[in-house]
């Protein structure tokens, strides 16, 4: 029994404009060195899936730069390894070259020719804007050993303690985890299970799929896949009960950068038997200056810290001057911050400027966010 992976690395970039309009949501830095590619492909890697296609969009260039070969992820291969998917439909269809898909199951038609030449016996199909470490090796004997039609990795969550977008699909399961509906809609009181939107199906049923999508013009996977043989096939639901996040805006990827500073999100999510793998690049360590305080931050290689921070995530080359605090904040790659500033809820795109003795503060329910290479 063989699998392979493949992965949506532009879905939903709409959710979080701030961070994608110069990269992709799978390019999106996260936890101090890691891309949230860098989940997914950990995911499957440490699964034995070592036969992965990205299917890309556009503004991927971050996305090549940091994918390189796969070496990082062991998946520089002659054979399997990682593949980029252009983001083209068709090459031109009704006066227009190269249009590009726009749902879900038109970037599984795109992918038609990985997935017919793979010559897997399964496909795992997932985002990059969920944050987790599963098993995947435990989804896919559960979906053979269940016959189903596909199963689909579910999270159960309670409303109290999450925010919910309309990008949420809300499962409904009955005997046997078979799944009796799915819905996109917000959740407003209780607990309620939602889809991962990680996926598993037999090769030679999303070949079918792709086929049937083609010839009768199905664009909505969600509508025309899953709801259409919810009757007819089985749909199972794979319960997942371990540390999971989803990013679906600025506000989240915030909350859940500073979730990261706690005991119980490193143990859930850097374990030690499936280790997250990234690009790897030779820094400096950090150097502590006379002055400097830490407290309860994730400070990466290569930061120079003279002043205050606590409760923040700094990123690789972050520079932090002689009497400037910073608390509760996320500075990405090469951010510089001069003397005496006052910084708090701010997330900083990379190579941004913060000048001396500025004061910059936000909420955590609306961080401000300063663009890549800006100046305040």
């Not at 991927?60 to 070496?71: E, N, P, Q």
């Not at 999450?162 to 996109?184: C, L, M, P, Y």
């Not at 049923?205 to 089985?234: P, Q, W």
């Not at 000048?355 to 663009?371: N, Q, V, Y």
Request: net charge positive; with cysteine.
């Amino acid at each position: 029994m063989t699998s392979a992976g493949l992965i949506f690395s532009n879905i939903h970039d709409n959710c979080i404009p701030e961070m994608t309009k110069l990269r992709t949501m799978a390019s999106i830095p996260f936890g101090g060195r890691y891309r949230l590619i860098d989940f997914a492909l950990s995911n499957m890697v440490n699964s034995g899936i070592t036969n992965i296609g990205v299917i890309t969009h556009y503004n991927y260039r971050s996305l090549l730069d940091h994918i390189g070969t796969g070496k990082d992820w062991d998946l520089a291969r002659r054979s399997g390894g990682i593949k980029l998917i252009p983001p083209y439909v068709t090459a031109y269809q009704n006066g227009v070259t190269g249009r590009l898909y726009e749902s879900r199951l038109e970037a599984i038609i795109n992918a038609g020719s990985f997935v017919s030449k793979c010559q897997a016996d399964y496909i795992v199909m997932s985002d990059c804007d969920v944050v987790l470490n599963i098993d995947m090796s435990k989804v896919i004997e559960d979906h053979v050993n269940s016959g189903a039609y596909m199963t689909v990795v579910t999270k159960k969550l309670n409303t109290k303690d999450r925010h919910f977008d309309s990008n949420v699909k809300v499962v409904t399961t009955g005997e046997n985890n078979a799944i009796t509906d799915i819905a996109n809609f917000k959740p407003e009181k209780g607990e309620v299970e939602i889809s991962t939107n990680i996926m598993v199906m037999s090769r030679r049923d999303l070949e079918e799929v792709i086929s049937t999508a083609v010839s009768h013009g199905f664009t909505d996977f969600t509508r025309d896949v899953i709801r259409k043989n919810l009757k007819r096939k089985l749909i199972r639901a794979h319960h997942y009960d371990g540390w999971y996040a989803y990013i679906s805006s600025l506000e989240s990827y915030f909350a859940i950068s500073m979730k990261l500073l706690t005991k119980e999100a490193r143990e859930g999510l850097f374990k030690k038997d499936r280790r997250i793998y990234t690009k790897l690049r030779n820094s400096a360590p950090v150097k502590y200056l006379e002055g400097a305080k830490v407290k309860n931050s994730l400070v990466a290689d290569g930061c120079v810290i003279e002043g205050e921070v606590e409760n923040s995530i700094l990123f690789r080359g972050v520079h932090v001057g002689k009497g400037t605090v910073i608390k509760n904040s996320v500075l990405l790659q090469d951010t510089y911050v001069g003397n005496n500033a006052d910084i708090n809820c701010v997330i900083t795109d990379k190579n941004v400027l913060i000048k001396d003795g500025r004061t910059l503060s936000g909420h955590e329910t609306m961080p401000f966010f300063i663009g890549k290479g800006g100046t305040v």
